[in-house]
């Protein structure tokens, strides 16, 4: 007896057999996957949750705004800074590096809010506590100039301001052809200072440092801006015999800042912000 023609659909069964147990091996494979993307899926819900809980906090909303305070400061400081050294040797004072900002801050805002005598006081006695380690400090970073930077700073002792004060004046000129080649006092863009300026980025400290040197102050002022009771440094009067009563403890202790700073603004930070 001849066996009936195969249909086209025979063996469908144990294809459709193999593919339930196939399936079922995948379940059974990918189970684990799902529950941990399952749990994933709820923690991070509810760090959403929590997150949201926490942003819309009084407590939250006021660090926030502490914090965006705080970098607008940050933001503003070196502007703000410049301008402080800059009012600063508008009254014939220059910082030390080692003066807290707070200190310079205060000064400044003395001598804008009319209470000059006060604040030049407190400069002077600043630098009157801190002659010492001042002189050390610049005769270690100036060794070929120690020896007179010594004589100066003995006068300055003696009470002997007419000998010291121009003898510091032309050695911070001096320090500043050393460390950077340019002229203290120049107004000139290819002598001075001041032409070291325009080709330094905005962040870069010494744009802001130098500036000092590139304003006009009562030290680097032409003679015929002064006013005539002027009673402080000027650097073409004393250093061309044009002044005979600038010989104050006032002006040396001013003399010394002058140095000290122009020994610290002109040292080699390439880069620094």
Do not use: C
Request: charged share 25%; net charge negative.
């Amino acid at each position: 007896m001849k066996e009936s023609p195969k249909s086209p659909f025979d063996g469908f069964d144990d294809l459709f057999s193999a593919y339930r147990g196939w399936t079922e091996e995948l379940k059974k494979a990918t189970e684990p996957a799902l529950l941990v993307q399952k749990q994933l899926h709820d923690h991070l819900e509810r760090f959403r949750a929590g997150f949201i809980a926490w942003s819309e906090s009084p407590a939250t909303k006021e660090m926030v705004e502490s914090l965006r305070k705080t970098l607008i400061s940050v933001a503003e400081f070196p502007n703000r800074f410049q301008t402080q050294l800059l009012g600063l040797a508008q009254h014939g004072w220059y910082i030390d590096p080692e003066m807290p900002l707070a200190g310079i801050r205060s000064l400044n805002d003395a001598f804008e809010s009319g209470a000059a005598d006060q604040a030049s006081a407190e400069f002077e006695e600043y630098f009157r506590q801190n002659l010492d380690v001042i002189e050390e400090r610049l005769l270690g970073l100036h060794p070929k100039r120690a020896h007179v930077l010594a004589a100066a700073f003995n006068a300055h002792r003696l009470g002997n301001y007419l000998l010291s004060i121009p003898v510091m004046l032309t050695q911070a000129d001096g320090i500043a052809q050393d460390m950077r080649g340019r002229q203290l006092y120049s107004a000139r863009q290819t002598k001075g200072i001041g032409g070291l300026i325009d080709g330094l980025e905005a962040s870069d400290l010494n744009r802001h440092l130098w500036e000092v040197f590139r304003t006009q102050s009562p030290l680097s002022s032409s003679t015929d801006s002064l006013p005539a009771d002027f009673s402080g440094l000027n650097r073409h009067k004393v250093l061309h015999g044009m002044d005979y009563n600038y010989g104050s403890e006032t002006n040396a202790l001013r003399a010394v800042s002058l140095l000290n700073f122009a020994s610290f603004a002109l040292a080699d930070r390439q880069g620094t912000q």
